[in-house]
């Protein structure tokens, strides 16, 4: 069974940094693409960052420049080092992971973590 455990979410002051860590059961070289998503209170849930199996990395345009996302292969897990944070990223943070199997694209998602950026 895949599953995708995230951590590292808290309440921090904006202008404040935090990495958000996410655990998967299975070698993450095997997901075609991971990323992370958030979705705040009475908003849709929306792509933050993603990195392909070959380590191309996607940030939509409010997290360019001030996050950060990566890999370790070798451990399985997946990060997004997020600095400069303002108020309006806080949300829930989910991992996600996309692979092709058998009976197709299957995503993954794991039960999301709580980033609060508030003074």
């Known amino acids: 069974q895949v599953q995708l455990v995230e951590s590292g979410g808290d309440l921090v002051q904006p202008g404040g940094s935090l990495e958000l860590s996410c655990a998967a059961s299975l070698n993450v070289l095997s997901f075609n693409i991971m990323g992370w998503y958030r979705q705040a209170p009475g908003k849709q849930r929306e792509l933050v960052a993603s990195i392909t199996r070959y380590g191309t990395p996607y940030y939509s345009d409010a997290a360019k420049g001030r996050f950060t996302i990566s890999r370790d292969n070798a451990k399985n897990m997946l990060y997004l080092q997020m600095n400069s944070l303002k108020p309006e990223d806080t949300a829930a943070y989910y991992c996600?992971?996309?692979?092709?199997?058998?009976?197709?694209?299957?995503?993954?998602w794991g039960q999301g973590t709580q980033v609060t950026v508030s003074s």
């Open positions: 996600h992971g996309n692979r092709i199997e058998a009976v197709g694209d299957t995503a993954y």
